[in-house]
């Protein structure tokens, strides 16, 4: 059996920041109802007594993303400890993940991430300077609090990495940014290139209303986007600081490089979309809601609620198999391409919003060479 993929969203869209690109703000208002409330307790069992039947003693990843996850509250998440011990009759390894803005996080949850080894993946895009996207709810700066969320996690020893959105400041600023990092000692950088909302990528100047405080503003996205000269621009100053780390012993890792590094050497990508297809999954809303990708919890991709069906039922529906079908097939331009045992055109979500293709056609040539020669 292989392994089973969920993505649980406790709070659905809600959160404690209004982060100028929030792509699931903007997916959560493409459906009719943007907001599918609270997980309770109740809920959490029946989906993980679910899950445990399906996987029948074979690996459950469970990551719990949001909105803002923490919302949750910590006896949701305590709740969810004693029920992986109570109901995992047939010893399924479950691997923790979650992803958070950090601005919760204190010694209570440090306990609960460490009893459980979650894998916390924390927003922050660099120093006070470059984070300044992400706001909270009246607008103002949130760098201190997350700072002060990772150095409490570095020094509980508790395993997390650094997610970045790839916006025009953190592109700008680059070399800043990576030196922030290595000079406290973040280890683990994930960088992912901000997503132009669904329904709007076609249009040529999108617009996003955010609510703070009393007030609406738009969010003129155009300020924070990258094109596909500016990504390459990214990717190669990036990839030059990661192999002078690698060179110097320091060893960084920067998600993407890393599985670059492993597909050069003929190995499987751990990301998803890096092996030239989508990999089965389940994300499942605050109210039961099953898509087959966080990125498409859109109404027309709704493969079913998980309390009224099982997951094999969902895996089997002809909305999940056609998901994965589309992902398949291969471009004509990528057939003949020298760059696709490294690319296999990627993500199908990221392909919409930004044109990696010409940002890596002008990468790979720098850093396939370098690539080969690293282990
Ligand atoms: S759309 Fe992207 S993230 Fe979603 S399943 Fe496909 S490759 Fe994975
Ligand atoms: S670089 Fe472009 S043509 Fe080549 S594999 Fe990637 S998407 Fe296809």
């Known amino acids: 059996m292989p392994p089973l993929h969920l993505t649980i ?20 208002y493409c459906r009719e109802a943007p907001s599918r409330g609270l997980l309770r307790a109740e809920g959490l069992t029946e989906i993980m007594k679910k899950a445990f039947d399906y996987a029948d003693g074979s690996l459950i990843t469970v990551s719990f993303q949001g909105g803002e996850p923490l919302l949750a509250g910590k006896d949701f998440f305590r709740h969810f400890s004693s029920i992986i011990s109570s109901l995992n009759t047939k010893r399924s390894a479950v691997h923790i993940a979650l992803q958070t803005n950090g601005v919760l996080i204190d010694e209570d949850w440090c306990e609960i991430f460490s009893k459980n080894r979650y894998l916390v993946g924390v927003s922050i895009d660099g120093d006070a300077v470059t984070n300044i996207l992400r706001v909270d709810t009246k607008g103002n700066d ?6 002060s969320a990772l150095k409490l996690l570095q020094s509980k020893k508790i395993d997390f990495n650094v997610v970045t959105v790839v916006t025009k400041p953190v592109v700008n600023n680059i070399s800043r940014v990576y030196s922030f990092f290595r000079k406290n000692k973040f280890k683990h950088l994930h960088f992912v290139p901000c997503l132009k909302p669904m329904e709007v990528h076609d249009i040529d100047t999108p617009e996003t209303f955010y609510q703070y405080g009393d007030s609406w503003e738009i969010v003129d996205n155009e300020d924070f986007y990258i094109s596909a000269s500016e990504y390459e621009d990214f990717l190669k100053k990036t990839f030059s600081l990661y192999m002078r780390d690698c060179i110097d012993g320091r060893g960084t890792s920067i998600r993407l490089f890393d599985n670059f590094l492993r597909l ?3 190995q499987k990508a751990e990301m998803c979309g890096m092996n030239g297809h989508c990999t ?17 919890c859109t109404d027309k991709y709704s493969l079913g609620n998980i309390f009224e069906t099982d997951f094999a039922t969902l895996e089997g529906s002809p909305k999940a198999k056609a998901f994965i079908e589309e992902s398949m097939g291969i471009e004509t331009k990528c057939k003949d391409c020298n760059y696709y045992r490294l690319c296999k055109n ?23 060479p370098h690539l080969k020669r690293m282990k």
């Open 9 to 28: 969203k406790p709070v659905s869209s809600n959160c404690n920041l209004r982060c100028k690109y929030c792509f699931y703000h903007d997916l959560s």
């Open 142 to 147: 949130t760098f201190d609090k997350t700072y």
């Open 264 to 266: 050069a050497h003929s």
């Open 280 to 296: 089965p999954q389940f994300a499942i809303e605050a109210d039961g809601e099953v898509y087959p990708c966080e990125l498409y």
């Open 346 to 368: 990627g993500c199908k979500r990221e392909r919409i919003s930004l044109d990696k293709c010409t940002a890596y056609k002008n990468f790979f040539p720098y850093a396939l």
